[in-house]
C-alpha cells in the first residue's frame, strides 16, 4: 500500500483526500514509476478543486507531471532504476497522474532525466519550464536574438513565467517581467528580470490598434485582454508565443497587429508534443536554465498540502513553482 490524493465525484461535486491505494488500483501501463516529486500547476487547480475541472472518470489521482525512477517495465526503453520524467499527455487529468507514491504509465509519457538534473531539479522546472522553454525555442526559431528590444513575459510570477524569466535573462536577453503583484519585483528581478512592468500598464483601455513599438518578443502566460493588448506593441516581425488561458479564452484583437506590423502569434501546448521535442527541450533546460535559481523559484509541499494549494493557485496567490515531496 502506497499514499496517493485521491479525487472522488460527490453528489454535491468532487471530494480530494489523502488515502492509501495498491498497485491493483494503478491504470494499466508499460512501466511503473516509484514517483519521487510532482508540481501544482493551474490545471492541478481545477482537478483538485471541487468543481472536478478537467477530470472525466472517477476516483482519480491528479498531477500533471511527476519525477522517479522506474521501478518495473514491459518496455525495452526503459529499465528498472532508471530516472524519469513525465509531462503531458493528459496524465493527471484523464490518466492518473503523479500525486501519488507509484505511477503506473505508458513508456511512451516518458522522457529520460538528462545528465545534470536531478529528480526534484526536473519538478522545479516541471510542465510549467518545459512550456517556457518551448516558447522559448519557438521564439528562436521565428528570429529571436538577443540585443534587440526587451522580451516581454507576462504572469511573470507564475510557474511558466518564472522560468522564461529566467532562461531568457541567462540566455542573455532584456527580460520585461509583467506582474499585478508589486511585492513580486524582487523575486522577478533575483531571477533576472531588468523591468518590472505593471499589469495596468499592459491592460490600459485604449482604441488604438497599434501602439508604440516596445517589445522584441513575448512570452504570454496569461491570454485573453493582456493578449490583445501586448499584440498591439510588438516590434515588426516580432513574435508572441501564447502558452496559457488564465485570461480567457477569447481575444478581443483586430487583424492590425498581423497585417500590418507582420506579428506571429504562435501556439504553444506541451500536452502532445513528440518525444524529439520534450528530449530536446529538457536537454536545453539541462544546458541554458541557471539551476541555481531554481531554489529561489521552488515552494516545497507534501501531499496533505494539496487541497489548499489547489484552491490558491486559481486565485493567483501562488508565486514561483510549487514541488510536492510525494514521499515526506
Known sequence: MFNALVVEKTETGTQADLRQISYDDLPA?????????STVNYKDGLCIGPGGGLVRVYPHVPGIDFAGTVESSDDPRYRPGDKVILT??????????????KARVKADFLVPLPHGLTTRQAMAVGTAGLTAMLAVMALENHG???????????????????????????????????TGRPETADYLTALGATQIVARSEINEVTKRPLEAERWAGCVDAVGGDMLARVLGQM???????AVGLAGGASLPATVIPFLLRGVNLLGIDSVMQPFENRQKA??????????SKLEGMIVPAVLSDLPRLGKDILKGQVQGRVVVDVNA
Open 29 to 37: 501501463g508499460d512501466v511503473t514509476v516509484a514517483v519521487d516529486y
Open 88 to 101: 503531458g499527455w493528459r496524465v493527471g487529468e484523464v490518466h492518473w497522474g503523479g500525486y501519488a507514491q
Open 235 to 241: 516590434c515588426y516581425g516580432a513574435s508572441v508565443a
Open 144 to 178: 529571436l536574438e538577443p540585443g534587440k528590444a526587451p522580451v516581454l513575459v507576462t504572469g511573470a510570477a507564475g510557474g511558466v513565467g518564472s522560468v522564461a524569466t529566467a532562461l531568457l535573462a541567462n540566455l542573455g536577453y532584456e527580460v520585461a517581467a509583467v
Open 282 to 291: 529538457w536537454a536545453r533546460i539541462a544546458k541554458d536554465l541557471p539551476l
